[in-house]
């Protein structure tokens, strides 16, 4: 029984959500998970975000706190004590919020774009948009990781939860399109994190199986070609 | 006051954004050095500090660019810790994250989208631009504070602090109704409060000049939006 009143309202499969699990788990706090059907909405999550209406949701005792990288910077200030999320520096997390924001306001972005993109010239467009920003990452994590595992260094911080929640999705993607968007001879350092990433104890497990995710990505692509044809 | 050795700011002189990072820089008594840049003719050396986009404001302090206004604000106010911006509370600080990214995303860029629209698509955006004011209006009356920072001016407010002066220009260019003091009096309180402040007031850009800016901008985005249709 979770003993300081966390609940976390979301969907397994929500990389928004996931990076809010990331952090719970990097602090080890509990927490209870209120998994929310989106197209059925909750009375208590239509009270806990009445602004959007949406995953994830944070709920600290009566408190709610929204949007995943609020959240994400909620938990590390207010559990100072455990493990630093953000960089301490103010450029190093100036750099870090740069590169988060770019992820969510341009790059997943793309991904979504291609899930209504009409010919194989917009999508070829949208790939080479998404393997740009790949090479983008490459560098900072280079600059950011001063040689150790982590874009938080030695340690997982921001911008490897902003950036590796998306893993799962980008294979399940890969699969679609059938591109290998991590590509060792392009993105070797990005290869290894990946790896790195995925396989340590805060992170394991959170993010679905690709066969999964592949299988909620048929349904999201049939409903918006649907959607299209209407 | 601070020396202005080590603070640069890139900006253009009707850019909301870069009026932001002012703001902040003023009400903490910083000194910096301001360029103007040309956003139609920009400078190789904006290019190369600020890579990914290209755009000002980009603030440079002690040799290294940050860039996105709302990032430069929470840079500046960890930095220089004198008038503080953000609450020290992780909740109220959380909230204040919260409604930036709101008065960001919803409010200005909604405004922006109903100027530049026609059609259905005008009747759709203003639409979302008065739901989003309502949302503002509610969360301003729900604090009871004259501004969002409480008695004195905060993060909050810089962010959402351009409608104050432009709202009325986006109004007039783009033909559209969105402030109704009668149906917004917190807001319209809030922005008489906001304007008040000289160091707010201070060198804002001419309203007859930000009229002819905008009117060219937003031919150029409606052309944009349609050329991008056409791909």
């Known amino acids: 029984m979770p003993t300081n009143d966390v609940k976390l309202l979301g969907a397994p499969a929500s990389q928004y959500v996931n990076r809010v699990?990331?952090?719970?788990?990097?602090?080890?706090?509990?927490?209870?998970?209120?998994?929310?059907?989106?197209?059925?909405?909750?009375?208590?999550?239509?009270?806990?975000?009445?602004?959007?209406?949406?995953?994830?949701?944070?709920?600290?005792g009566d408190k709610p706190i929204c949007d995943s990288l609020v959240i994400v910077q909620?938990?590390?200030?207010?559990?100072?004590?455990?493990?630093?999320?953000?960089?301490?520096?103010?450029?190093?997390?100036?750099?870090?919020?740069?590169?988060?924001?770019?992820?969510?306001?341009k790059w997943i972005p793309f991904f979504k774009e291609l899930t209504?993109?009409?010919?194989?010239?917009?999508?070829?467009?949208?790939?080479?948009?998404?393997?740009?920003?790949?090479?983008?990452?490459?560098?900072?994590?280079?600059k950011a990781s001063k040689g150790k595992c982590f874009f938080g260094g030695e340690t997982i911080g921001f911008l490897d939860?902003?950036?590796?929640?998306?893993?799962?999705?980008?294979?399940?993607?890969?699969?679609?399109?059938?591109?290998?968007?991590?590509?060792?001879?392009?993105?070797?350092?990005?290869?290894?994190?990946?790896?790195?990433?995925s396989s340590d104890k805060a992170i394991h497990g959170i993010i679905p199986e690709t066969e999964e995710l592949f299988r909620i990505l048929q349904i999201i692509l049939a409903r918006a070609a649907d959607a299209a044809s209407k | 006051m601070e020396e202005a050795g080590g603070v640069k700011l890139f900006g253009f002189w009707v850019s909301p954004f870069a009026q932001r990072v002012k703001w902040a820089l003023k009400l903490k008594g910083i000194q910096y050095e301001y360029i103007e840049e040309d956003k139609y003719n920009k400078s190789p050396l904006l290019l190369k500090l600020n890579p990914v986009y290209g755009k000002v404001p980009v603030l440079v302090h002690n040799g290294k660019p940050i860039s996105e206004s709302i990032i430069i604000l929470e840079y500046i106010d960890a930095v220089w810790k004198q008038a503080p911006l953000l609450p020290q509370d992780p909740y109220e600080r959380a909230q204040a994250h919260f409604w930036a990214k709101f008065a960001e995303e919803k409010v200005r860029q909604s405004v922006v989208e109903a100027m530049c629209s026609s059609g259905d698509e005008k009747q759709k955006a203003v639409k979302l631009a008065v739901e989003a004011f309502e949302e503002f209006e509610k969360e301003l009356k729900r604090r009871g504070t004259k501004f969002f920072g409480g008695e004195t001016i905060g993060f909050v407010d810089i962010v959402a602090g351009c409608?104050?002066?432009?709202?009325?220009?986006?109004?007039?260019?783009?033909?559209?109704?969105?402030?109704?003091?009668?149906?917004?009096?917190?807001?319209?309180?809030?922005?008489?409060?906001?304007?008040?402040?000289?160091?707010?007031?201070?060198?804002?850009?001419?309203?007859?000049q930000m009229f002819a800016y905008y009117s060219k901008r937003s031919k150029e985005i409606a052309y944009q939006k349609m050329s991008h249709k056409t791909v």
């Open chain 1, 74 to 105: 909620y938990i590390d200030e207010f559990w100072f004590d455990g493990p630093s999320i953000l960089p301490s520096d103010p450029y190093d997390r100036a750099i870090a919020r740069f590169w988060a924001a770019y992820i969510d306001d």
């Open chain 1, 21 to 60: 699990q990331f952090a719970l788990n990097l602090k080890s706090i509990d927490y209870e998970f209120i998994p929310q059907n989106m197209r059925e909405k909750s009375e208590l999550l239509l009270k806990s975000n009445p602004v959007h209406k949406n995953i994830p949701v944070l709920l600290h």
């Open chain 1, 161 to 197: 939860i902003v950036l590796g929640c998306y893993l799962g999705w980008l294979k399940a993607w890969g699969i679609q399109l059938d591109v290998n968007f991590l590509d060792e001879a392009k993105t070797p350092a990005l290869v290894g994190w990946a790896e790195s990433f």
């Open chain 2, 163 to 208: 409608i104050s002066y432009q709202l009325p220009v986006h109004e007039e260019v783009g033909s559209i109704k969105i402030l109704d003091s009668s149906k917004f009096p917190g807001i319209s309180e809030w922005i008489r409060n906001f304007l008040n402040h000289p160091l707010i007031n201070e060198g804002l850009p001419q309203k007859d």
């Open chain 1, 116 to 142: 209504t993109a009409k010919d194989e010239e917009s999508k070829t467009a949208l790939v080479e948009k998404i393997l740009e920003g790949l090479k983008f990452f490459e560098d900072v994590f280079v």
